[in-house]
């Protein structure tokens, strides 16, 4: 996976800072989500350009 961006340091914070109506398990579920997805497509991204794979 990625690494941790400052804006989903930022988003991750205030979410768990505030825990509006989410849940803390919920809240990291979604941030691994999303990187594991980040790292998928710069994948599909060096793969399709050509490029070696990190």
């Known amino acids: ?3 941790f961006t400052l ?3 930022r ?3 205030t979410k768990l800072v505030l ?3 989410d849940a803390a398990e919920h ?3 979604w941030s691994r989500f999303r990187r594991r997805r ?3 497509a710069r994948l ?3 793969k399709r350009r050509g490029y ?3």
């Open 1 to 3: 996976m990625i690494s």
């Open 7 to 9: 804006p989903e340091i």
């Open 11 to 13: 988003r991750l914070l």
């Open 19 to 21: 825990r509006v109506a």
């Open 27 to 29: 809240i990291w579920s």
């Open 38 to 40: 980040q790292h998928q």
């Open 44 to 46: 599909s991204h060096y």
């Open 52 to 54: 070696p794979l990190p």
